[in-house]
């Protein structure tokens, strides 16, 4: 009975001894960055198409569509791109007496690259449309693109670690913790003139026709992930004599 009032103090304080060293763990904290440039091939413009008046005869707001798309196709953009978002009709003084009620459709146009950009724009100007912008360029395999560049930062962070431990004689171990920063702060693209509107297509046929194109800056995508590393502990070999 002695000898089992001293022996239980002995396995209690040996337990906590262990739990203890679990705990302090010597470990490492590093952030590993990968960047990647991505050509958009999706671009999406929106495009307003109204009914107008021409000498004395209206033209409907189907026959102004009927016209786009076609243009659209000779130019090798499917008319299947073009789909209409809104509708609407305004009152529009056609005479000094008279007054119309005019129909007005948004579209919203998909192209896949910045040459049919440049022909749609010029497709613009001959319909006579007369507003026009650009509101988004994006890739069809942005999700995709993301996950491998996350996976670079991963391993962006593990060399990190690797190197710097190594200067002084230690090695990575398992991870600890891993966590994403920075989710959503990707840069957008860029584009000169991204909206042409009304009394505005006489400047934009001359800065197309100066720099013949369009230009895009690439998306930009930016993974940071940051992991905490335990440092490995070296066991040092045992020597018998």
Excluded at 9 to 23: A, D, E, V
Excluded at 64 to 82: D, R, T, Y
Excluded at 128 to 154: D, G, Y
Excluded at 182 to 210: D, I, P
Aim: hydrophobic share 40%.
């Amino acid at each position: 009975m002695k000898i089992f009032k001293i022996l239980l103090p002995l396995l209690l304080i040996t337990i906590s001894g262990f739990s203890q060293n679990q705990h302090n763990i010597s470990y490492i904290e590093v952030t590993g960055t990968a960047q990647r440039e991505i050509v958009p091939n999706r671009i999406f413009l929106d495009v307003t198409l109204e009914e107008r008046i021409e000498q004395g005869n209206k033209i409907a707001i189907q026959q102004v569509e009927k016209n786009f798309k076609n243009e659209l196709e000779a130019c090798g953009i499917s008319s299947n791109n073009l789909t209409i978002s809104d509708l609407n009709a305004k009152l529009v003084k056609t005479g000094w007496w008279s007054k119309e009620m005019l129909a007005t459709a948004n579209y919203e146009l998909q192209i896949n690259n910045t040459q049919h950009l440049k022909d749609v724009f010029e497709i613009i100007e001959k319909l006579k449309i007369k507003n026009a912008r650009i509101t988004k360029a994006t890739h069809s395999e942005i999700e995709k693109l993301r996950k491998e560049n996350r996976v670079s930062a991963i391993k962006a962070a593990k060399e990190k670690a690797d190197y710097l431990l190594s200067a002084i004689g230690e090695k990575t171990g398992k991870p600890i913790i891993v966590n994403e920063i920075g989710v959503g702060k990707e840069a957008n693209f860029s584009v000169a003139n991204v909206a042409y509107h009304r009394n505005k297509l006489s400047s934009a046929k001359t800065e197309l026709s100066r720099h013949g194109n369009v230009q895009f800056k690439n998306l930009m995508i930016t993974s940071s992930i940051y992991v905490k590393f335990e440092i490995k502990i070296i066991e040092e070999e045992s020597v018998y004599f």
